[in-house]
């Protein structure tokens, strides 16, 4: 895990937000100054950092550690159904999904 990518990729997100550090942790509930040593990869985060700032901000999880881009946080019909679906709802619409890859596949 590299701190100091990571820590790039806090701070783009706080200056995309136009956030200061010290507004971006206290709607975080961190310290500015950890805040600093995350975006300048001296310090780590732990699980629970990381949900405290996936939870309050549109940043996903997978961003911040691995850079990976994830679906537009832009809303759309088809988000909006998934997003109120339940866990065994969306583990059966995966199944419906499946067969019906399987079926347009062939």
């Known amino acids: 895990m590299d701190k100091i990518l ?6 783009r997100q706080r200056e995309k937000f136009g956030l200061t550090r010290e507004k971006f942790s206290e709607k975080v509930d961190i ?4 805040l600093a040593e995350l975006e300048n990869g001296k310090k780590g985060m732990s699980a629970e950092t990381i949900y405290k700032i996936c939870s309050v901000f549109p940043i996903s ?3 911040l550690l691995f850079g990976k ?3 537009s946080n832009e809303s759309s019909p088809v988000l909006d159904i998934l997003s109120s679906l339940t866990e065994p709802q969306k583990n059966m619409l995966e199944e419906l999904l499946i067969t019906f890859q399987g079926i347009v596949s062939k």
């Open 61 to 63: 999880a997978d961003y």
């Open 31 to 34: 310290s500015p100054q950890f």
């Open 6 to 11: 990571i820590g790039k990729r806090l701070r």
């Open 69 to 71: 881009e994830t679906i």
